[in-house]
T-cell receptor
Framework: DTAVSQTPKYLVTQMGNDKSIKCEQNLGHDTMYWYKQDSKKFLKIMFSYNNKELIINETVPNRFSPKSPDKAHLNLHINSLELGDSAVYFC??????????????FGPGTRLTVL | GENVEQHPSTLSVQEGDSAVIKCTYSDSASNYFPWYKQELGKGPQLIIDIRSNVGEKKDQRIAVTLNKTAKHFSLHITETQPEDSAVYFCAAWLAGGTSYGKLTFGQGTILTVHP
């Protein structure tokens, strides 16, 4: 059973285009995240949502707009794509976000290549 | 904010040897320390975690130790096998005061186990 799924797995597009990545979790978790992994494998949080509300926005350019239609989905829309946006984007979810964190479960990633 | 340093960046061992990866963190308020394993083309998967009220935790061939005074924690893998080859990430969770917290990841260690 897939816990956290993302589509598409690969995304190749031209600079200036707009694209979306979708994420769904079937774990019943309250909190979802988007992470960016650069070419050096460094993982950095971009956003987190708790019960459809934005909790963390890590000074990500406003070309990136996450949307959570319900607790199980967190999509990422990117406008006016730039070369530097090329990376692997991971969605993750956890049971809750509190003073003591819970395990985060990651999706398989979406490799975005901007030409 | 939190800063996590991870060493070494690459580690090569012979099958059956032990492997140790070390991390230091900067904020003494961090209270949750997970370790993730990322295989090629996949998302990170939790392998073990430790909370700040515990000094050591073991799960079969994997153990994690935490020294809160020195602000460092380590991953120990014994009797390594070729399938242990992957990128390993440490992370530290810092609660954000009255707001939600987040995970900060180390830079990753590429572990190669030679048969």
């Amino acid at each position: 059973d897939t816990a956290v799924s993302q589509t598409p797995k690969y995304l190749v597009t031209q600079m200036g285009n707009d694209k979306s990545i979708k994420c769904e979790q079937n774990l019943g978790h309250d909190t979802m995240y988007w992470y960016k992994q650069d070419s050096k494998k460094f993982l950095k949080i971009m956003f987190s949502y708790n019960n459809k509300e934005l909790i963390i926005n890590e000074t990500v350019p406003n070309r990136f707009s996450p949307k959570s239609p319900d607790k199980a989905h967190l999509n990422l829309h990117i406008n006016s794509l730039e070369l530097g946006d090329s990376a692997v984007y991971f969605c993750a979810s956890s049971q809750e976000l509190e003073w003591g964190a819970d395990t985060q479960y990651f999706g398989p990633g979406t490799r975005l290549t901007v030409l | 904010g939190e800063n996590v340093e991870q060493h070494p960046s690459t580690l090569s061992v012979q099958e059956g040897d032990s492997a140790v990866i070390k991390c230091t963190y900067s904020d003494s308020a961090s209270n949750y320390f997970p370790w993730y394993k990322q295989e090629l083309g996949k998302g990170p998967q939790l392998i073990i975690d430790i909370r700040s009220n515990v000094g050591e935790k073991k799960d079969q061939r994997i153990a994690v130790t935490l020294n809160k005074t020195a602000k460092h924690f380590s991953l120990h893998i014994t009797e390594t096998q070729p399938e242990d080859s992957a990128v390993y990430f440490c992370a530290a969770w810092l609660a954000g005061g009255t707001s939600y917290g987040k995970l900060t990841f180390g830079q990753g260690t590429i572990l190669t186990v030679h048969p």
